[in-house]
């Protein structure tokens, strides 16, 4: 168990919704970072947070959102979804926001669009 | 651009016998090196790093990895394989990016030890 909590652990959607995933870090980590894991696109970096703050910015759509609150749990908003953002998505934390630090990741969140 | 790159989508090999999974990178300076394992159905696992120093790092559940700066490989080793090593494996490299240090991650190797 890495102390990385994600839920829901499965979520099953229409296109055109949008949806929330939501991540808590590990206790004391304070980076937070949103991948998208799907067959043809392997591992995808999207986004991170450190503190609260946005600190890297990766493959993120538009229609993709993010941001870290003040208890520096974490949530994913996913708009106007397609069938192609079906995927994994995993959030992991790390101590500091240097990414120099190993990372912990969560079990992740199954999105199924259909 | 920085990069890794695993060159094998699968490796199999016999339970007992050594394993090595292969990446090489692609990083200007001096490259901090990251290797990571994933089950099915779970999310990655951190097995070892290197930063600088010796070229041959330890790691969980028996792995090493040996840093080899001419040959800008950082191949995930194990001298006795199990049939519980099965799983996925990446490496990955963090690096700088429009002003943002990031990490990329590589395709990931699926390791089948077979009993």
């Known amino acids: 168990d890495s102390g990385v909590t994600q839920t829901p652990k499965h979520l099953i959607t229409a296109t055109g919704q949008r949806v929330t995933l939501r991540c808590s870090p590990r206790?004391?980590?304070?980076?937070v970072y949103w991948y998208q894991q799907s067959l043809d696109q392997g591992l995808q970096f999207l986004i991170q947070?450190?503190?609260?703050?946005?600190?890297a910015k990766g493959n993120i759509l538009e229609r993709f959102s993010a941001q870290q609150f003040p208890d520096l749990h974490s949530e994913l908003n996913l708009s106007s979804l397609e069938l192609g953002d079906s995927a994994l998505y995993f959030c992991?934390?790390?101590?500091?926001?240097?990414?120099?630090?190993?990372?912990?990741f969560g079990p992740g969140t199954r999105l199924t669009v259909t | 651009a920085q990069s890794v790159a695993q060159p094998e989508d699968q490796v199999n090999v016999a339970e007992g016998n050594p394993l090595t999974v292969k990446c090489t990178y692609s990083?200007?300076?001096?490259?901090?090196l990251f290797w990571y394992v994933q089950y099915p159905n779970r999310g990655l696992q951190f097995l070892l790093k290197?930063?600088?120093?010796?070229?041959l790092v330890k790691g969980s559940y028996g792995f090493e990895a040996e840093f080899n700066k001419s040959q800008t490989s950082f191949h995930l080793k194990k001298p006795s394989a199990l049939v519980s090593d099965s799983a996925l494996y990446f490496c990955?490299?963090?690096?700088?990016?429009?002003?943002?240090?990031?990490?990329?991650f590589g395709t990931g190797t699926k390791l089948q030890v077979i009993p």
């Open positions: 990083v200007s300076g001096n490259p901090y």
């Open positions: 992991a934390s790390s101590w500091r926001g240097d990414s120099s630090y190993e990372q912990y």
């Open positions: 990955a490299v963090p690096h700088w990016s429009g002003g943002y240090q990031k990490v990329t």
């Open positions: 947070y450190y503190n609260g703050e946005e600190r």
């Open positions: 206790s004391g980590d304070l980076s």
């Open positions: 290197y930063i600088t120093g010796d070229n």
